[in-house]
């Protein structure tokens, strides 16, 4: 009996050591544990093509990864090296970029699912290399469950879908999730902002251009900004709501009433909001086309902004003005370069008439697109600071 | 168990496993042993006799496989019993990184002693076995016969009641060989009891009381010294110069040695020797000198042993050198 | 009581010696400045490595200590009970009032305490020096997690230091069963396998991770998972990982672990002490 006591007491020992190690293993979760991440692009590591040039060699495999796990991010700072060398060199030699950058990247959080600088630049590589959307998203997504709350990792997300078409929901939800994690970057609600409002979620553009004005504090020079796009915001949200309702008095009466008082006058609306600049809504009773004056002058002070740039690149080339806007249009072919404008109105740009004055009024003789006076975008933004120091001074900016 | 008994065994069997399928090989059997207290009791046998081993028996380094060993009564096994023995191993071999004070105080501290008594019973065991000078010297430093003495401030450092020593005087030279002897009989005159083991024959007879002869792990004989050595005279020496040629022949010329005029010659037996006497002065030689030997213990040995003498060990020069 | 008594003295005697025979040992100093030269250095490497400087010298930071204190480990500590058995310095103390359990436990408080305040030495001077790189802005651009000493890196070093809980019992367990070298060898294995134990749990996946799955499968799953739970787990112990990005671990993880060093290495000094027990010297 007292023979067995020693062994039984080692053997308690080792029982409450196990217990202890499944406290472990139920807090620390499989990731502490193991790490299964990426089993499918394991073995493309291991058939990377080494450029043995660069003169780190590291044994490759899942048994040297296994062995060298002691030396915990060693390793995979080794990699960030290597890749490191690879980017820079590959300024030099494009043949380089080849799938192996992205490889690298993956071997660095294989190791160290928690290093999120190494998921955000793996997944750069892979959309960069490959354009492999979907893993890079898959990469961000397994970092983000180690480490949900680090916005670098939504930022990168929010980056993967911004150029993925046919994605910008996701891209402006991960810019608002990431734009609520501690520490985030103001720039994610910016994006977001400006996500929302191309993507067509005009309610979320001017919620989340309210956000960025709390962020920034009215008074600052962003916020400044911010308020100037809450305000375009807002009035292309009201556009779209009175839009809705029109159709909604149409699909009633059968016709569009014959000014927008009508709306209130059958109850569909309460009040006729104010237009957010306090300029009045432009209406038109055939069409049922209804326009916010602000918005109109500006989106029509940037249309003017692109036109007088085609005319004047057309006379650059041919050294007279166009004849028509539409000759300048038809010469012109916007690159890569000039991203801003193909925005706007695609490639070739299309002729679209002022929103408030119609049609342009073009002088062929001196190659000038008149706009007249107050329709210009400082104007139109000095009119959005007039608000806004009537808001700070504590009064209503309406 | 009679009181007064320091050292008892009884049946004592130990076995070694050596090599690789772990065969037996028996290191002792049935050693039935006793040592009163205040004895100084020498353990005799050759070089892997066993003398070691039961030794480390007492001292609970290996356990034996059947028997007891105690120690005033107690099992040998048990820490407690060893509170009583102060044991010097044989060429023993400390803590290269300590000094000679650090190493007795980290054993009076095992020994259960106090931090004062530590530093007080330290500085007199080293002066006792007179390494005071080097008492803050590395051991790594020690000179071989250092150590040895240095491995006896240890054993009676806590003031056992019984030392074990294992061969303490192997390697010294004569000096330090007295000066080990002087030390045992001091230890006995405080009232210790003293239980070493050597095989040189020489020292159990300069000190010993009592005696254990151990041969290939049995013990052979034991006893008082007396009782295992034979009181005849079974030789005699003797050294004369000027002796005749026809005397020489008389003699026999039996082991006779020559050195100039000067000659040695061994006689068996008392009657004969003085025949010897006789015929010497009688032919005019000078007697020099004329030794009558009991039977040394050497000779008891071999005779119990049942082994021949030979080689350098028995030769009567190096007996006379050890004697010496 | 008095036999309680007894016991602490004679451990703390016998650990204290342990402790004064690694402290003399020159080998120690060169580890140790080593160990510091590195760490310093580690500075040089984080120049190169674009925006993740201070990943980069705390990673090296926590690799050395731990790699270090293993080497320590086992210069100081896979000869302990051999070398002890072989120059029969163990039989004097044997041979007084000290029973072999003591002898163990002392010699293994001895070494774990050389190790544990040598690697916090390491550990000091790391921190000191990772804060000073990040106070003095010489950390990179990145913005630095954590700021200067985060907290998780102080739980992942006190974590690195309590690995050797463990790894110093299993090197005095080796050194009172084999010879220095192989103990030596063991205790290095023991360091390396033990951080690889999460592969053991991740390979038990891997063997059920195909279409069919017999029941060969199942059990070499089943059996590696029962290993995995089994064998010195090294990497419990390893939250560099995520302490070099700032990410904390539960108290309650915190606190399984600690249990985990303890009733572990209590296991492998029971087992050391079986053997030693029953071993003629």
């Known amino acids: 009996m007292k023979k067995l006591l020693l062994p039984a007491a080692a053997l308690a020992c080792l029982a409450a050591a196990v217990a202890a190690q499944v406290g472990v ?115 961000l997504d397994r970092a983000i469950r180690v480490r949900p709350d680090d916005w670098r990792l939504w930022y990168a997300r929010m980056a993967v879908y911004l150029f993925w078409p046919g994605h910008k929901s996701d891209a402006v939800r991960s810019a608002l999730i990431g734009a609520s994690r501690p520490g985030a970057s103001r720039a994610l609600l910016d994006a977001a902002n400006q996500l929302a409002l191309e993507d067509g979620h005009y309610e979320l553009a001017v919620r989340v251009a309210r956000r960025r004005i709390k962020q920034y504090g009215l008074d600052s020079a962003l916020g400044r900004i911010a308020w100037r796009d809450y305000l375009e915001h807002y009035s292309r949200y009201l556009e779209h709501l009175l839009a809705k309702d029109l159709e909604a008095y149409r699909q009633k009466h059968g016709n569009f009433p014959a000014s927008l008082d009508g ?61 028509s806007i539409q000759a300048a249009l038809d010469d012109v072919k916007f690159t890569a370069k000039d991203i801003e404008p193909v925005r706007y109105f695609g490639n070739p740009p299309s002729l679209v008439p002022h929103p408030v004055l119609g049609d342009w009024k073009y002088d062929p003789a001196t190659g000038r697109i008149e706009l007249g006076p107050g329709m210009d975008i400082p104007h139109i933004f000095r009119r959005a600071d007039e608000l806004r120091e009537r808001l700070l001074s504590g009064g209503k900016p309406l | 168990m009679p009181p007064g008994q320091a050292i008892q065994t009884v049946g004592l069997r130990v076995e070694y496993k050596v090599g690789l399928f772990k065969k037996r090989r028996v290191g002792l059997e049935a050693l039935d042993l006793a040592v009163q207290e205040g004895e100084i009791f020498g353990y005799l046998g050759p070089n892997g006799a066993g003398k070691t081993t039961t030794i480390k028996c007492l001292v609970g380094v290996i356990e034996p496989a059947a028997g007891a060993a105690m120690i005033f009564g107690r099992d040998a096994r048990t820490p407690d019993a060893r509170s009583a023995v102060g044991y010097s191993p044989e060429n ?74 294992d061969e303490p005087m192997s390697g010294l030279d004569p000096v330090g060989r007295s000066d ?53 005279i079974v030789r005699t020496t003797v050294v004369a110069a000027d002796v005749p040629d026809d005397a020489l022949a008389w003699l026999g010329g039996e082991a006779v040695h020559r050195d100039g005029v000067q000659v040695t010659f061994h006689i068996e037996g008392e009657a ?20 009558a030997q009991k039977e040394d213990l050497e000779s008891a040995f071999m005779r119990l042993t049942g082994l021949k003498p030979s080689g350098a060990s028995s030769s009567p020069v190096h007996m006379a050198e050890e004697i010496s | 009581m008095n036999r309680c008594r007894r016991f602490l003295n004679n451990v703390v005697a016998i650990a204290a010696n342990g402790f004064r025979e690694g402290v003399r040992d020159r080998i120690l100093y060169v580890f140790f400045l080593f160990a510091l030269a590195v760490i310093a250095s580690a500075k040089l490497i984080g120049w190169v490595s674009v925006g993740e400087d201070i990943k980069v010298v705390r990673d090296i930071g926590l690799a050395s200590m731990g790699l270090f204190g293993v080497m320590i480990s086992i210069f100081v500590g896979a000869s302990l009970v051999h070398r002890e058995i072989e120059r029969h310095t163990i039989y004097t ?45 010489a950390a990179g651009l990145s913005d630095v997690e954590g700021g200067a000493v985060p907290f998780p890196l102080v739980r992942a070093q006190i974590l690195i230091i309590f690995q050797f809980v463990v790894l110093v019992a299993l090197a005095v367990f080796f050194s009172s069963t084999t010879t220095p070298v192989l103990s030596a060898v063991f205790t290095f294995l023991a360091y390396v396998l033990g951080h690889m134990a999460g592969w053991i749990y991740r390979f038990s996946d891997m063997v059920l991770d195909k279409r069919s799955v017999t029941v060969f499968d199942r059990a070499v799953s089943l059996f590696l998972k029962v290993l995995y739970y089994l064998v010195p787990n090294l990497e419990t112990f390893d939250i560099k990982l995520r302490a070099v990005h700032n990410l904390d671990i539960s108290n309650f993880e915190f606190a399984c672990v600690l249990l985990y060093g303890v009733a572990y290495s209590a296991a492998v000094l029971l087992a050391a002490y079986l053997v030693l027990r029953r071993r003629q010297l």
């Open chain 1, 25 to 139: 293993v139920s807090s620390r979760g499989m990731l502490g544990i193991a790490n299964p991440i990426y089993r499918k692009h394991a073995d493309q590591v291991s058939r990377a093509e080494y450029v043995t040039s660069f003169g780190m060699y590291l044994p490759k495999g899942d048994f040297a990864f296994a062995a060298s796990a002691f030396l915990g991010g060693l390793r995979a700072d080794a990699y960030w090296l290597k890749a490191a060398q690879y980017v820079s060199k590959s300024f030099e030699d494009p043949a380089l970029k080849t799938r192996f950058l992205g490889d690298l990247y993956i071997a660095m959080i294989r190791i160290d699912p928690w290093w999120s600088s190494a998921a955000v630049t793996a997944s750069n590589a892979v959309t960069g290399v490959t354009n492999d959307n979907e893993q890079a998203v898959e990469i």
């Open chain 1, 263 to 323: 709306l209130v006058a059958d109850g569909i609306l309460k009040d006729l909001p104010p237009e957010p600049y306090g300029l009045g809504w432009i209406y038109d009773p055939a069409s049922g086309a209804v326009l916010s004056r602000g918005l109109g002058t500006l989106e029509g002070a940037r249309m003017h902004f692109i036109l007088s740039f085609c005319v004047t690149r057309y006379y650059r080339r041919h050294g007279i003005p166009p004849a």
């Open chain 2, 92 to 165: 023993p071999y400390f803590y290269e990184y300590l000094t000679g004070t650090e190493l007795l105080d980290f054993y009076g501290r095992l020994s259960g002693l106090s931090r004062a008594e530590r530093i007080r019973r330290g500085a007199e065991a080293l002066d006792k076995v007179g390494l005071s000078r080097a008492a803050d010297v590395r051991l790594g430093l020690y000179s071989k016969g250092m150590r040895q003495r240095l491995g006896l401030a240890q054993a009676v450092i806590h003031r056992p009641r019984l030392v074990i020593l």
């Open chain 2, 180 to 232: 080990v002897r002087e030390f045992i009989r001091d230890l006995r005159r405080s009232g210790s009891t003293i239980f070493f083991s050597t095989h040189i024959l020489s020292d159990v007879e300069a000190i010993c009381d009592h005696v254990g002869v151990l041969h290939e792990g049995r013990l052979i004989a034991r006893g008082e010294l007396s009782s295992i050595v034979s009181p005849e």
């Open chain 2, 272 to 291: 004969d020797a003085a025949q010897a006497f006789k015929t010497v002065s009688d032919a005019g030689g000078r007697i020099l000198s004329f030794v």
């Open chain 3, 93 to 137: 103390v044997i041979a007084r009032p000290v029973g072999r359990g003591e002898f163990i436990l002392g010699r293994y408080l001895g070494l774990l305490g050389l190790v544990c305040s040598v690697t916090a030495a390491m550990g000091l001077f790391f921190t000191v020096y990772q804060a000073v790189l990040v106070w003095s802005g």
